[in-house]
C-alpha cells in the first residue's frame, strides 16, 4: 500500500526559509514521478514543483520559481521542497504526490498517491 508521509511545515516569518520532506513507501519510487501541491483556505489546489524519476527534470509553477526548489533521493526514498525566500502568500497545506509512472508533469490527476499534508504559515 503506498504511503508518503510530509514533514518539515511551520511558521516561519518572511522572507525566511524551509524545508519540506516527503516519505514514500509501498510503491517503486525510483520509477515515480513526485510533485508538490498547495492550497491555500478558499483557494483551489495549486501546483508547486515536478521532479521526474531520475531527478534531471523539474518544473516550477510560476509563483515559486526562482525560490523554491525540488529535489529527490531515490535510495532514501525521499523528495525535498526547499523554500527560500518565503511570502504571506506561500502560506497553505503543501501536499506531496506520486505518480506510479510516466513524466513528470504539473497535472494534479495524474498523481495516483497523495499525503495528508504539512502546513506552512509565513506571517509578514
Known amino acids: 500500500q503506498a504511503h508518503l508521509v510530509e514533514s518539515g511545515g511551520g511558521l516561519v516569518q518572511a522572507g525566511g526559509s524551509l524545508r519540506l520532506s516527503c516519505a514514500a513507501s509501498?510503491?517503486?519510487?525510483?520509477?515515480?514521478?513526485m510533485a508538490w501541491f498547495r492550497q491555500a483556505p478558499g483557494k483551489e489546489r495549486e501546483f508547486v514543483a515536478t521532479i521526474g524519476w531520475g531527478g534531471g527534470t523539474t518544473y516550477y509553477g510560476d509563483s515559486v520559481k526562482g525560490r523554491f526548489t525540488i529535489s529527490r533521493n531515490n535510495a532514501e526514498k525521499t523528495v525535498s521542497l526547499q523554500m527560500n525566500f518565503l511570502k504571506s502568500e506561500d502560506t497553505a497545506v503543501y501536499y506531496c504526490?506520486?505518480?506510479?509512472?510516466?513524466?513528470?508533469?504539473?497535472?494534479?490527476?495524474?498523481?495516483?498517491?497523495w499525503g495528508q499534508g504539512t502546513q506552512v504559515t509565513v506571517s509578514s
Open positions: 509501498g510503491f517503486t519510487f525510483s520509477r515515480s514521478p
Open positions: 504526490a506520486a505518480a506510479e509512472f510516466g513524466a513528470a508533469t504539473r497535472t494534479a490527476e495524474q498523481y495516483n498517491y
